[in-house]
């Protein structure tokens, strides 16, 4: 396995356009997280789930952002409507869970650019 | 809710000299911190993390950090830093929420070695 793989690594839209971005954790962890990260900012936690259940989402998340794990394994999170606000690297990262919080792998990124 | 303050936003030091980066969060009843690094063009990476026992932690590349629970900090530290050490790091906190674990980062200290 290779790791955290985030597709697509860079997106560029339009005000009100929606977006899709996928994660691919690494293969053996349960749990998933999100986060948003701006310039000059540490990543800021959006939502996470153990298996295929989000079970936590933050207050910061407006209704345009959803985030599913259909299966337990892959993740996506879209946003609709898109404002210039939005633009931002969005971070996705995995973990084993059990236990205490363990080590999360980071993947690479995407970085969203709202015109 | 847990947050984390880097007192810090920017370090400058020499190489081969040392360095303490300093990080504060605020108390809950279980405290489980961590540092992560991020390199240039790089994902994030964990460098070392504190869940329980010992107060002094070591972590990769020579780093360690120190659980203070009478000041609620955890600085890192590193005796003689590379230029390869340039990078941004990110002091983390993780508080129990249903199911698992959210993880709030400070805002990053970057850290700058010159020749």
């Known amino acids: 396995d290779t790791g955290v793989s985030q597709d697509p690594r860079h997106k560029i839209t339009k005000r009100g356009q929606n977006v899709t971005f996928r994660c691919d954790p690494i293969s053996e962890h349960n749990r998933l997280y999100w986060y948003r990260q701006t310039l000059g900012q540490g990543p800021e936690f959006l939502t996470y789930?153990?298996?295929?259940?989000?079970?936590?989402k933050s207050r910061l998340l407006s209704d345009r952002f959803s985030a599913e794990r259909p299966k337990g394994s892959f993740s996506t999170l879209e946003i609709q409507r898109t404002e210039q606000g939005d633009s931002a690297m969005y971070l996705c990262?995995?973990?084993?869970?059990?236990?205490?919080?363990?080590?999360?792998?980071f993947g690479p990124g995407t970085r969203l650019t709202v015109l | 809710a847990q947050s984390v303050t880097q007192l810090d936003s920017q370090v400058p030091v020499f190489e081969e000299a040392p360095v303490e980066l300093r990080c504060n969060y605020s108390?809950?009843?279980?405290?489980?911190l961590f540092w992560y690094v991020q390199y240039p063009n790089q994902g994030l990476q964990l460098l070392l993390k504190y869940l329980s026992g010992s107060t002094l932690v070591k972590g990769i590349n020579g780093f360690e950090a120190e659980f203070n629970k009478s000041q609620t900090s955890f600085h890192l530290r590193k005796p003689s830093v590379h230029i390869s050490d340039t990078a941004e790091y990110f002091c983390?906190?993780?508080?129990?929420?249903?199911?698992?674990?959210?993880?709030?980062f400070g805002a990053g200290t970057r850290l700058f070695v010159k020749a």
């Open positions: 983390a906190v993780s508080e129990d929420v249903t199911g698992g674990f959210k993880t709030i």
């Open positions: 789930f153990q298996n295929e259940a989000q079970l936590e």
């Open positions: 990262a995995s973990s084993l869970g059990g236990g205490g919080p363990n080590e999360q792998f």
């Open positions: 108390s809950s009843v279980s405290v489980y």
